[in-house]
């Protein structure tokens, strides 16, 4: 029996530039309903640029973007608002608000957007921590004072903490040891499965690709120059893909020497 | 020739440009925040940032302004056998003109800086992109309460800060100067009128939407990392207290 594959986002022909510089060359990419989609790319390739141009924070020169069928580029604040109620986003930095308790980090979207009662809130919120491993006594800590790891899996807990059917995940290993990347793959795993969701993620990590993706796509010189099932990513005869994911230094990818760096 | 004029011009178009990009995003910010739903917790953190935590700056600052006015007056008044005039000199700067000002200069410099720094970082670390992929509007949420905090904490320091520096006039006067107590202070309340307390309370209203708008819009637009935040800050602090004595000569020949 084959399953049907309906498209999330539809991205066709995106361009963006700062300035002089140009990031995104006019991307094609297809994201089906319920799959893991990962996109690599070096350092400096638009990987951000792109993540949030699909979320509106960005907005694009010139292309389209669907999502569900609908065009989103020239979507009113109110359609994004309402758009982005069922999206989830882990930032690379994390990105917890300093000034609030990591129980109400996570309960945020829960108590200011959905006006949920405080202390239903909290007990969501704190279910979700302890879903990601975290404990009662850490949803009382403030961010500042919790480790880099425990922060990803707060960000993590805050994206998922309204059950939303699109996640983004923005180089959710950067910066962790091996053991604590492997554990927030793990998670990242596991969430998107019992969510059903559909979920793009973006990270220049190979094993977290390998670990997350369903397929795999390759950014360079702006556009997507592979993608292909996670399985098929060592077996593919792309020179810029066999460069990338051995990291080798010699090869068709041209290091960035321009002093502007693009996110 | 040419460059100069095409020079003046560029700086002319793009002052032009800066103050459409501010009028902008108070407006907008203004919109956001009449709209429900209302942050009360947001609110009240800036009433008690801007409010409370600012009373001991400005009630020191209003306490020896008001005993330098006092000893000042005395030296300059004396020579003219015009000592009798003290009360009403110190009670009238303070009301009219340093109340509101010193109050302004120094809100300008604890608050309009922190709340730069804060929104930069936030901007820097993409909490403000975290803000808006949880349904939040960052203008609604961290912008209007601050405005909102501004226009009505200010007025209420400033009416702290004219008491105090009274009383700090009051203190050199009486302990110092030898003044009687009670004809100094009967000579404070002859001549104050009501429309004194009042222009300087106006004042600060306009001074606390100066302090907390530039501190929210050079914050909010910050850009590239730790340098870019102290940017902001500096930017915020020196605009707002270039703004407040500007704006304060405008309001006082409005309200002369």
């Known amino acids: 029996m084959t399953k049907k594959m309906t498209s999330k986002f539809v991205l066709q022909n995106i361009y963006k ?20 989609l990962v996109i690599i790319g070096g350092s400096g390739t638009g990987k951000s640029v792109l993540l949030k141009c699909l979320l509106g924070l960005i907005p694009v020169d010139r292309g389209s973007i669907e999502m569900d069928g609908q065009e989103i580029t020239q979507e009113t604040l109110l359609q994004h608002e309402e758009r982005l109620q069922d999206i989830g986003v882990m930032f690379q930095g994390s990105a917890l608000f300093d000034s609030l308790k990591v129980w109400e980090n996570v309960a945020f979207r829960l108590i200011n957007a959905q006006h949920m009662d405080r202390k239903r809130a909290k007990e969501i919120a704190l279910q979700k921590l302890a879903a990601v491993g975290l404990t009662e006594k850490v949803g009382e800590l403030s961010p500042a004072e919790i480790s880099g790891g425990m922060q990803r899996r707060v960000a993590l807990a805050r994206a998922i903490a309204t059950q939303p059917h699109v996640l983004f995940f923005d180089e959710p290993t950067s910066g962790l040891d091996p053991i604590f990347s492997s554990v927030i793959n793990e998670l990242i795993r596991n969430c998107v499965k019992e969510l059903g969701a559909t979920a793009i993620t973006i990270t220049h990590d190979m094993s977290s690709a390998r670990r997350i993706g369903d397929r795999i796509a390759m950014l360079y010189g702006g556009k997507i120059i592979w993608c292909g099932k996670a399985d098929d990513i060592d077996t593919c005869d792309n020179s810029y893909v066999q460069q990338f994911i051995h990291g080798q230094a010699k090869g068709p990818i041209q290091l960035e020497t321009d002093a502007r760096h693009v996110a | 020739m040419v460059w100069a004029l095409s020079s003046i011009g560029r700086v002319f178009i793009e002052f032009l440009a800066s103050t459409g990009r501010l009028t902008l995003f108070l407006a907008n910010s203004l919109v956001q925040g009449l709209q429900p739903p209302y942050y009360f917790r947001q609110m009240l953190r800036q009433f008690w940032e801007i409010g409370y935590l600012s009373l001991p700056v400005v009630g020191l600052t209003a306490f020896f302004t008001g005993m330098v006015l006092a000893l000042q007056s005395y030296t300059g008044f004396s020579r003219f056998n015009a000592e009798g005039a003290i009360a009403s000199v110190v009670a009238l700067s303070m009301t009219r003109e340093l109340g509101p000002v010193l109050a302004g200069l120094m809100i300008s410099g604890r608050i309009g800086g922190a709340m730069a720094a804060e929104i930069g970082t936030m901007r820097v670390t993409e909490q403000l992109d975290a803000l808006i992929t949880l349904s939040t509007n960052p203008q609604k949420y961290l912008i209007a309460p601050r405005l909102l905090a501004g226009v009505t904490m200010l007025p209420l320091l400033v009416l702290i800060a004219d008491v105090i520096g009274i009383f700090g006039g009051y203190i050199v006067s009486v302990y110092r100067l030898g ?62 207290s270039i703004l407040i004595l500007v704006a304060n000569y405008f309001l006082t020949a409005l309200l002369f």
Do not use: W
């Open chain 1, 17 to 36: 530039r700062f300035g002089d510089k140009s990031v995104l060359e006019g991307v094609d990419l297809n994201v089906f309903t319920g799959e893991s």
């Open chain 2, 179 to 240: 003044f009687n107590p009670a004809i100094y202070t009967k000579q404070t309340f002859d001549f104050i009128q009501m429309g004194d307390v009042t222009s300087g309370l106006i004042k600060a209203a306009f001074f606390g939407f100066i302090i907390t708008s530039m501190g929210c819009y050079h914050g909010f637009n910050s850009k590239g990392g730790a340098q870019g935040v102290g940017r902001a800050t500096t930017y915020a602090v020196v605009s707002s």
